[in-house]
Every structure is written in C-alpha cells, then in structure tokens.
C-alpha cells in the first residue's frame, strides 16, 4: 500500500531565506506527483505536477524535483515571502486510480 | 471559467441526521474524488468515482454514501452511521492525459455536528 511521508511536519523561517520541504512514498509505481498550496479553511491549489519521466519542473520560485527510484520528492521555495505561509502537501497518484496524500508541511514566513 | 463548485461552504448538521454536500465540476472531467480533512492532518479518501454510473470506496467510507449519475455532479451523503462527522470535506476532480493524472479541488465544505 502506497504510504507518503514529509518532513518536517512545521517549518518557521525569516522572510528572504531559501527552504526545502521534502516527501517520500514507498511505491514508485506512479504516473507523477503533485505539490500542492493549501491556505486556512481553503481548498487545495495546485503548484507543480512531476511527471515521472521528469526530474524537475519550475514556477517562479518554485522548483520541485523527483527522484522515483528512491521514492523521494523536494519542494525548493527561493526567497522566501511572507505570503508563503500556508501548508504544502504532495501527492502520489495510486496506479492512476486515486491519488495518496503525506500530512503535509505547515510553513510560516515570518516578516 | 471552469472550476468545482462545493456547496454549501458551512454546514450544521444535528445528531442522527443525513446531511448532503454538493459537488459540481464544468471541467469535463471523468474522475471525481471525496476527501476529508480533520485538523492538523493530511486528507483522507472517502469515496472516488472514474466514471458516471461508477464509484469505489476510499479507505474511510464507513457512514458515507455516494452517487455520480451525472458527469458534472458528485453529491455525499453523511449518514447518522458515521460517528464522528464534524471535518472539513474536499470534492476534486482529475484528468488523465495518457502521461500524468492531475488533480483539482474545490473549496471545502466545513461540516460541524451540534
């Protein structure tokens, strides 16, 4: 059964600073990988989809990564800004029929 | 603009009730998904859906029932089985394009029992 992980669970940094947030899964039997935005009491946005052929994919200072063989993803945030505190969760599609979350990453940019 | 709609945005539902949350989607998307949030934890699978007429079980449907008589249209049930019902509920939808399944949400239903 597909299992995802990330860490850490709570992240503060000051605005301006770099950061990484990273998720595992234990099957690397999938289509992609998601990263996803969610802000208090709000839905989920979507901020870049890996496909698993890819390695990386950019928006703005976003880049994500993937490396399926170990079953590893990163989420590299350049230049922090206040207005990216919010919770990052990553997803993993289940042999295409339903997707499996990790619990996510709860980031505060402090001003 | 395309997008999922979920309503109502907060709903209150008294003991031993069956309250329905709505899900539309004008993406033409052929899978649809059911999600549950409790504080401070990841999303939880409740029912999904690959095409009208279709659905299975997600890993918490215990006290939730579904139907998908329309592509569009995605509706979920709480039933008074399910014992602990008060979370925020996630509709989405997804599209599979032959290289990558990608997934789009709605904007929640907060559901609170009284």
């Known amino acids: 059964k597909q299992e995802v992980t990330q860490i850490p669970a709570a992240l503060s940094v000051p605005e301006g600073e770099n950061l990484v947030l990273n998720c595992s899964f234990t099957d690397s039997a999938i289509y992609n990988l998601q990263w996803f935005r969610q802000d208090p009491g709000k839905g989920l946005t979507s901020l870049l989809l890996?496909?698993?052929?890819?390695r990386e994919q950019t928006s703005g200072r976003l880049n994500a990564s993937l490396d399926k063989s170990s079953g590893r993803s990163t989420l590299y945030i350049a230049a922090s800004q206040p207005g990216d505190s919010a919770t990052y969760l990553c997803a993993v599609d289940n042999y295409g029929q339903n997707f499996v979350f990790g619990p996510g990453t709860r980031l505060s940019v402090l001003p | 603009d395309g997008g999922i709609t979920q309503s109502p945005k907060y709903l209150f539902r008294k003991e031993g009730q069956n309250v329905t949350l709505s899900c539309e989607q004008n993406?033409?998307?052929?899978?649809m998904y059911w999600y549950r949030q409790d504080p401070g934890q990841g999303l939880r699978l409740i029912y999904y859906s690959q095409i009208v007429n279709d659905f299975q079980k997600g890993d918490i449907a215990e006290g939730y029932s579904v139907s998908r008589e329309k592509k569009e249209s995605f509706p979920l049930t709480v039933t008074s089985a399910q014992k602990n019902p008060t979370a925020f509920y996630l509709c989405?939808?997804?599209?599979?394009?032959?290289?990558?399944?990608?997934?789009?949400f709605g904007p929640g239903t907060r559901l609170t029992v009284l």
């Open positions: 993406l033409n998307h052929d899978a």
């Open positions: 890996i496909q698993s052929s890819q």
């Open positions: 989405a939808s997804s599209t599979f394009t032959g290289l990558a399944v990608e997934q789009f």
